[in-house]
């Protein structure tokens, strides 16, 4: 990993030809490559602009929240909350923030692919701010997510309710981007086979986790806890992609994505985070690839005629279909069809008529009898799918 200054110049090209052998256009120039696993040191909006476009997968921004805060916090006991205070998050007025929330907003969309997402975390000092700011540049706004803190700061002042929770906002580039990475089934299999919700529960940074500098003091206000980002990573992106953090600070991003295979890309322009960011992410060991690769999703998966089956023996003709329950009994025909009664149809069309249903999946919905044992005709796909791999691969 290195650090770059933040607009500067690549190597001085000697000639105007590329390793094509192409030459350039005149006035244009060589497009620099991406950086992958760096922190490019400097101001983050100048930092982006210099990125190639179009080469990231996936942005996560833990922007300044502009907490607007009047004066020191104190407990009950009169000691001192440590609390943000820092000038990054101080603004002028919510104008200024705006301009500041729509100009690192268009670099960050400047630089994603066309399928990438990005997720903003924020507070209710600014998060609204910054959905409305992200819908008039063109984000389609996917979700917003609800981090609810296991251990949040008490309202000292009993003056409102307990801030426990934070609001990420989930959005594509545009409302016409369909093939941005959402990693379902192994979220589901990760989740006691139920959907992933939008609720999410983790503790805030505390612990080992927590960076302190040599003083005991935490080295970043507002650092993040690492599940909240592996999350994140699982759910919208694959190994290999580069995520982009346009707020590195103490370097979450960067260490999670090392761990997880994926390249990172990081802007801070605070010396004292930017190098406790790059010792982190150096002590960071990368788990083995079988511990993060992601299954293929089923919508992604080479499609099956289940005359397929039939063809390759795995179904003989005139075999019986039924039900988990039993209550409907079909038969497979040599054509790949099925009949119930004198109806004849498709597995998904018999499958809905025998349940009064407008439709039906039907290779989870029928079951036949391998070797005295019952078996789903879906995973019977999956074996003809294996060997067809293994096919291909010989």
């Known amino acids: 990993m290195s650090i770059l200054r933040a607009g500067a110049a690549g190597p001085r ?15 244009s120039k060589a497009v620099s490559p991406t950086p992958l696993n760096q922190i490019l040191a400097g101001d983050c909006i100048e930092a982006m602009r210099g990125l190639p476009e179009a080469s990231v997968d996936l942005v996560f921004a833990d922007p300044p929240y502009n907490l607007q805060l009047e004066g020191g916090l104190t407990r009950p006991d009169q000691s001192e909350v440590d609390a ?31 399928d990438a997402t990005i997720f903003v975390i924020g507070s209710y000092h600014n998060i609204f701010r910054v959905g409305a700011i992200m819908q008039d540049l ?21 003056r409102r309710f307990t801030n426990a929770h934070e609001t990420l906002i989930w959005a594509s580039k545009s409302a016409s981007a369909k093939s941005y990475t959402f990693n379902y089934e192994a979220l589901k299999a990760g989740n006691e086979d139920r959907q992933m919700r939008s609720d999410w529960f983790f503790p805030i940074c505390t612990g080992a986790e927590r960076l302190k500098d040599a003083a005991g003091r935490k080295t970043h206000p507002t650092q993040k806890p690492e599940a909240l980002l592996a999350r994140i990573m699982m759910a919208a992106s694959k190994p290999g992609d580069v995520v982009l953090d346009p707020f590195f600070g103490s370097g979450t991003t960067g260490a999670v994505a090392k761990r997880l295979g994926r390249h990172f890309i990081g802007c801070e322009r605070d010396p004292a985070y930017l190098a406790a960011a790059t010792a982190r992410i150096a002590a960071v060991e990368p788990l083995p690839e079988s511990a993060f690769s992601t299954p293929l999703a089923k919508r992604q998966e080479k499609r099956v005629a289940f005359a397929s089956l039939i063809e390759a023996g795995m179904i003989a003709p005139g075999a019986e279909l039924f039900d988990e329950k039993r209550r409907s009994t079909a038969i497979a025909r040599a054509d790949g069809a099925i009949a119930l009664g004198d109806i004849v149809g498709s597995i998904h069309k018999i499958g809905a008529l025998a349940q009064g249903l407008p439709a039906c999946n039907g290779w989870t919905f029928w079951r036949t009898m391998q070797d005295g044992a019952e078996i789903s005709i879906d995973e019977l796909r999956g074996e003809f799918r294996a060997r067809a791999g293994e096919a291909e691969a010989g």
């Open 13 to 27: 090209v000697q000639k105007q030809v590329l390793r094509t052998g192409l030459r350039l256009a005149p006035g």
């Open 84 to 114: 943000v205070d820092d000038d990054w998050d101080k603004f002028a007025s919510f104008a200024d923030y705006d301009r500041f929330t729509q100009r690192w907003l268009a670099a960050a969309r400047r630089a994603m692919k066309d």
């Open 138 to 158: 063109g984000f389609w706004i996917l979700n917003d997510i609800v981090w609810r803190k296991a251990n949040p700061m008490p309202n000292f002042r009993g």
